[in-house]
Structures are given as structure tokens and as C-alpha cells.
């Protein structure tokens, strides 16, 4: 179970799944309901401060590169072209929404760029990203809930 646990938080932290990957793992291998929420929630918000340590001091490093420089403008494009319009018309409300949605390509990573690509003080977007990852992992974690009801 401990594994169970470890591998569904590393899902929630990857760029590949977040909690909307780590959540059903955790769920599908017999991990209490609440302790797979409450890791896969906070493994998930943790991404956050990483990220922004990354987008304030290692991105202007990297940025130097050509090669970095390319892929980082084409990841900060598709941010600021998916959450863009939230974000410019209802701002902090905006990117709460931008980030609940459980799809891929929204989530805690593209929200901190958004924020970030968007000059949102770091407090607010922390809130924003908290608050849209909480019920983004209340809608995962309740279907799944319901689907595992459903089949029993």
C-alpha cells in the first residue's frame, strides 16, 4: 500500500497526469479514499512552488539557449492561449476556473505559467492554483468514486 501510495503521488506531481491520474491510481489500488484525496491533493500543490522556482530563476538561465528558448516560448503560448482569455477578463476568478477544469493541458502547471506569463502576484496565484486543483480533484476523485460504486 505504501508503494500505492508513493506511485500516486508521483503521478500527481508529473506534468503527465497531476492528481487526475494519481487520484484514480491510488483509488483503483485500494488506498483509503481519503488518504489517496489528501496525498494527491498536496502532492499536486507542490508543484507550484517548484514551478515558480523554475520560471524565476532557472528559466532565465536556460533561456540563453536557442533550443530551450524555442520550446519555452511554445509551452508559454499554449498557457497564455488556453487560460488567456479566463485570465485577462475575470483575472483571479479566471484562472481558479482555467485550473478545476480535470483536462489535460489545465492544471497546476499551465496555471502557474498562466499566472506567471499574466504578472499575477505570487500569493494570488498561489490561492487561484489551490483553490482550482481542490475541486478539480473533488470532481476526479467523486467520479471515480461513483464509477467504483457503479461496477460493485
Do not use: H
Not at 10 to 25: R, T
Not at 95 to 114: D, S
Request: aromatic share 18%; charged share 10%; proline share 3%.
Amino acid at each position: 500500500m505504501i508503494l500505492d501510495i508513493l506511485i500516486a503521488m508521483l503521478w500527481s506531481i508529473s506534468p503527465f497526469g497531476e492528481a487526475k491520474v494519481g487520484i484514480p491510481y491510488a483509488l483503483l489500488n485500494g488506498v483509503n479514499i481519503y488518504l489517496a484525496f489528501i496525498v494527491c491533493f498536496f502532492a499536486n500543490l507542490l508543484v507550484f512552488p517548484i514551478m515558480t522556482f523554475f520560471l524565476e530563476v532557472i528559466n532565465r538561465y536556460f533561456f540563453k539557449w536557442y533550443y530551450y528558448k524555442k520550446a519555452a516560448l511554445f509551452v508559454g503560448r499554449r498557457a497564455k492561449r488556453g487560460a488567456g482569455k479566463n485570465v485577462k477578463k475575470y483575472g483571479f476568478l479566471g484562472l481558479i476556473i482555467f485550473v478545476l477544469i480535470p483536462l489535460p493541458g489545465t492544471g497546476v502547471y499551465a496555471g502557474t505559467i498562466a499566472g506567471y506569463l499574466f504578472g499575477m502576484q505570487r500569493k494570488q496565484a498561489f490561492l487561484a492554483n489551490a483553490i482550482g486543483i481542490f475541486i478539480s480533484c473533488l470532481i476526479v476523485w467523486a467520479t471515480i468514486l461513483a464509477a467504483i460504486e457503479g461496477f460493485n
